[in-house]
């Protein structure tokens, strides 16, 4: 009797979510194999160039680099802060025992007892808290890369351009890892009121995140023959 409550939510949930982990690891895969035909790949390489001529005219560029580093610190704070206090609701809801907890059972699909409830709420407050803990450690190498990267430049100086940029790459991928953590737990959100919603969300943000991930057909050719001629130059 309880399989047949719960058993949407056994098939429906981790469906979704496996659908979402294959995506991103096919993604992980292009990163490393063909990272122009990604914009995260595009994103790192022009980050790359960005640091080396931020250090190379440290004394006219100085205040730019601060500024545009501070302002990829206030992104990584808002989203920080937003997983933060929506992790903080999840846990009032949890422990509180007013009808607030009780799902719409006449209107939902899927299994509404305690244990499968509980479930719920803590598998989206696991998904918020790691994104909160991977923006700010986000937060934490983009910080250093501020102070990094108006280091004066002298041979003795330990502290290289390629350097700086592994640091500002590490702060970059753990932000772009937060985000993802974070839109992976929205459509958890829409578990409280059944299976079927978390399913069709999660089926949808798929060709979302790749119309956002990859670069278009038409230009995808331009772009390699861009990114072929600056790795030689370099």
């Known amino acids: 009797m309880e399989w047949r409550k719960c058993y949407l939510d056994v098939l429906l949930v981790p469906l979704g979510l496996f659908f979402s982990m294959v995506y991103h690891a096919w ?3 292009k990163v490393r194999t063909q990272p122009l035909s990604t914009i995260i790949g595009i994103n790192v390489t022009g980050r790359r160039f960005w640091v080396l001529a931020m250090m190379k005219d440290n004394d006219k560029k100085n205040i730019l680099a601060v500024q545009t580093l501070r302002n990829a610190i206030m992104g990584a704070t808002l989203m920080a802060t937003t997983s933060i206090l929506l992790c903080s609701g999840l846990a009032a809801v949890i422990s509180s025992t007013y009808s607030i907890k009780k799902p719409l059972t006449d209107t939902i699909y899927g299994a509404h007892g305690e244990f499968m409830m509980a479930l719920k709420y803590v598998t989206i407050l696991l998904f918020f808290i790691f994104s909160f803990l991977c923006h700010s450690l986000s937060i934490r190498f983009v910080n250093q890369a501020n102070f990094l990267i108006n280091t004066p430049q002298d041979p003795m100086n330990v502290v290289t351009p390629d350097y700086v940029v ?4 590490k702060g970059s991928m753990l932000n772009t890892v937060g985000n993802r953590l974070f839109y992976t737990a929205l459509p958890l959100l829409l578990w409280i009121f059944g299976p ?9 943000l798929v060709p979302l995140f790749y119309n956002l991930d990859f670069v278009p057909p038409t230009r995808k050719g331009k772009v390699n023959e861009i990114g072929n001629r600056e790795f030689e130059s370099v």
Do not use: A, G, K, P
């Open 27 to 29: 993604l992980w895969h």
């Open 196 to 204: 079927v919603l978390v399913f069709l969300c999660s089926i949808t």
């Open 166 to 169: 592994e640091v500002l790459e």
